[in-house]
């Protein structure tokens, strides 16, 4: 079993930045692709980045060029460095360790991003 613990949430001004971290307890840390998703008042959560294993990344058209997802294994942690913030990525960012052959899935209990002047 893996327990996810989010952090690095708070305010932010507009064009600011933020880095999130994903710490994870629990074994085979680097044979999961984990991903952050996040959740607006009134939305359907939405993915934001994913990392594989290998750390390939993938990032949504939305974010793809200001935020950044990276892995340490070692510490098994997961981060998303997000840059020039803007109103709109105000949302509970969510993160998520999955293994499709272990058929595992866990969610973090989210850190709140707030971005306003």
């Known amino acids: 079993q893996v327990q996810l613990v989010e952090s690095g949430g708070g305010l932010a001004q507009p064009g600011g930045s933020l880095?999130?971290?994903?710490v994870a307890e629990g074994e085979f840390f680097g044979l999961y692709t984990v991903s952050w998703y996040r959740q607006a008042p009134g939305k359907e959560r939405e993915l934001v980045a994913r990392i594989t294993p290998r750390s390939s990344a993938i990032s949504t058209a939305s974010t793809k060029d200001r935020f950044t997802i990276s892995r340490d294994n070692a510490k098994n942690t997961v981060y998303?460095?997000?840059t020039s913030l803007k109103p709109e990525d105000?949302?509970?960012?969510?993160?998520n360790a999955e293994n499709a052959i272990l058929n595992v899935k866990y969610w973090g209990q989210g850190t709140q991003v707030t971005v306003s002047s």
């Open 80 to 82: 998303l460095q997000m």
């Open 19 to 22: 880095r999130l971290s994903c």
């Open 90 to 95: 105000t949302a509970v960012y969510y993160c």
